[in-house]
């Protein structure tokens, strides 16, 4: 009775295989495809996986594929001519077909001797290769461990992941604190998804927030960055902040920044509508308007000014979300040219006008003229200015408020006064 017992304790999990789904339409990547009869076809198993099943099933045409298998690393690098071996947390091979990338994953457990976490319990290091149904347990969200079988045309599905996709909602396979401890960055892919997908997240996930905020300080700032740009430039930045600025985590990305700043939500709306238009979005002008308010403030502190303001801002958030020197740079030029749109100095409109960042300081300010009623006329100036034809412009030109003019000493009288002072002395 004992082994029976032991038997049942330790028997693999029966998925539930659903065969009623439209997925054989919606997932036609000839790539991925690829990838899995090869696999197929030297013995192993090949499913795709995680982001590219859930998002077919929510009806969001899918960006990025995914495959699992049962074949190591190193027989799948075999296999793929274009393709290497990735990754010292979770190695993965990525495999090339031109500008298309397709990640292959080899099956993982979570329990193991040979995944390695620090004293907080996040992992360092996942090397631990286990079954199928392992691989499913080990995952995040129920949503993320759904298992596609082009071969037979089915959904498997281990911790009822579809069910959770039918009731637009986000949870955690296993303990909610245990999986946060292993990867902070997991909140950041619950708001992530709710905002993508309309899905409500656990309550039990949420209330770890404050928590999961300081443990981001042990993610590699750059990891983080990787992070801002799929939580940002996706079309729905507006609903991450939002959701974002209601906890601590907004603060442990940027921390001098105002969440409830206007500029910082108009921001987000603008990239939304940028990106929903077709037009183009890059990521130094949000980080140009989530440091503005640090960059004003260093500006002003006189006594600090040793270094640059720009610099000092930019060096210090490299310790949170590390921001790459091209967009460091672009933001710090967008700060810049904000002076010289106030003043509008007659005699170089013309060469401010071709700048190559008028254009994004020009939206940066009138972004700012949304929610501040001085910099609002200054804005409209610009509009018409960018408008009008040669006559128009002077005519707006000489509106513009006369300068104080600049007090010159007289050269000679200066030259007198030290020869003076040289004599008393």
């Known amino acids: 009775m004992l082994n029976f017992f032991r038997r049942k304790k330790n028997a693999t999990p029966k998925p539930n295989r659903i065969r009623e789904h439209s997925l054989r339409r919606q997932i036609t990547d000839a790539n991925a495809l690829n990838v899995i009869e090869v696999l197929n076809a030297n013995g192993f198993q090949a499913y795709l996986v995680g982001g590219c099943v859930r998002d077919a099933l929510c009806g969001v045409k899918p960006k990025d594929f995914d495959v699992a298998t049962d074949a190591p690393l190193e027989a799948v690098s075999k296999l793929f001519r274009r393709s290497r ?10 495999v090339r077909f031109g500008r298309d990338l397709i990640e292959v994953s080899t099956f993982r457990q979570s329990i193991s001797d040979k995944v390695v976490h620090d004293d907080r319990g996040m992992i360092l290091r996942d090397n631990a290769f286990g079954t199928l149904h392992e691989d499913a347990f080990r995952r995040d969200f129920t949503t993320n461990a759904l298992y596609y079988d082009p071969g037979s045309d089915e959904i498997i599905d281990f911790v009822d992941g579809v069910k959770d996709i039918e009731k637009k909602r986000l949870r955690f396979i296993g303990d909610t604190q245990t999986r946060l401890a292993e990867d902070p960055v997991r909140m950041l892919r619950a708001m992530r998804f709710s905002a993508k997908l309309g899905f409500t997240i656990d309550p039990q996930i949420l209330r770890h927030a404050k928590e999961t905020a300081k443990r981001l300080e042990a993610v590699s700032p750059a990891r983080l960055f990787d992070e801002f740009l799929k939580l940002f430039l996706n079309g729905y930045a507006e609903v991450v902040w939002r959701q974002l600025r209601k906890t601590p985590i907004a603060n442990a990305m940027f921390p001098c920044c105002d969440p409830n700043s206007p500029l910082a939500l108009a921001a987000m709306r603008n990239t939304d509508e940028r990106i929903l238009s077709g037009a183009s979005v890059t990521p130094g002008f949000l980080v140009a308007v989530l440091l503005w308010d640090d960059f004003c403030a260093r500006g002003k502190d006189q006594e600090a000014l040793e270094d640059d303001p720009a610099f000092a801002t930019l060096k210090h958030q490299q310790s949170y979300v590390a921001v790459p020197r091209r967009f460091g740079t672009f933001a710090r030029e967008v700060w810049l040219i ?3 749109l106030h003043k509008r100095n007659p005699r170089s409109l013309d060469r401010l006008v071709t700048h190559k960042r008028f254009r994004a300081g020009y939206d940066f300010l009138c ?29 707006l030109i000489s509106q513009l408020p006369k300068a104080p003019r600049k007090r010159r000493r007289n050269r000679s009288r200066r030259k007198s006064t030290e020869s003076a002072q040289e004599e008393g002395s």
Do not use: K, M
């Open 367 to 395: 972004l700012q003229a949304e929610s501040d009623e001085l910099i609002a006329p200054i804005a409209d100036w610009w509009t018409e200015f960018q408008a009008a034809d040669e006559s128009q412009r002077q005519a």
């Open 338 to 340: 904000q002076e010289r």
């Open 85 to 94: 071996i990735v990754g010292r947390r979770f190695p993965i091979v990525h």
